[in-house]
């Protein structure tokens, strides 16, 4: 857990992770062992299918969650469900939106996991009935089990055409050995529960990370970014393809802003540090712009 500059509490936590309920390597109990060493505050276990509960491990909140992986023609879906108040119940062959619709029924959260590594069409993306949460960075998708681990740029482009989902970072564990602790998010919550982490994750009080710590406000017309620990550089990301001040660098930035333009349709922000690692803010979408 982490105190911001206004005393807020950013808990740490991994949404998505296998076990050998389903195809990961460690069982629940010595996965929840490492994670609590790791000094995280909250973790997901999401096999393949299987529904884990809300729970407790020693002081870290356990929330439930599922991953559903299905075909829809050739397009590849993973869709993980949270927060569940009870077992959604679905077959081999559903299609993504009634996997949504079940969730939801079952008063889950419904996450749309590493798009990039599935080869997501941002059209279908934006053809989903809603999605709540979708993983700009997915450890395991990328080195050195596959080689797609950043989505941002396909959600960028589903964004355009109307996709909206706050974006968080996971590692999606599955071998325990490059992969685990290597994504994660920071979630600003009043306390350590189920319902205060759903809520703050609704709200897109959310920095997804693979290391950094960052804040973001948007005030006065500026994106605005705070890193405590300072980073080697901010790179803004808007709606057009080309903006002349996008990029804050120089010696160690502790600071950066970015002057949204009446035409930027969004504006985000990614934190990269000295060691390559990056963390990822929300989105700002500016109602009427013309991009
Ligand atoms: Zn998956
Ligand atoms: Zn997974």
Redesign the pocket.
Known sequence: MIIDSKGNKWYKGNL?T?TTSSDGKLPSGESAKLYKSLGYDFLSF?D?WITSETSDYEGMLLISGV?Y?VFDGDSCY?I?GHFLDEKPKLFLGCTPNEIISEIRRCNGTVTL??PAWSLQRPHEMAALDHVDFTEIYNS?SGYPYSARPYSGTLIDVAAMLGFRAVLTAAD?T?YYEEDAGRGFVYVKADTLSPDSVRKALLRGDVLASEGPFAEWRVDNGFFKVHIPDGCEHVQFFTSRCWNPDTTSRGGTVYDAEYKIKSNDRFVRAEIVGFDGKTAYTQYHFIDGGSG
């Open positions: 998505h296998h999401t393949h991953e992986d993973h993980v996991a590493h395991v999606d599955h």
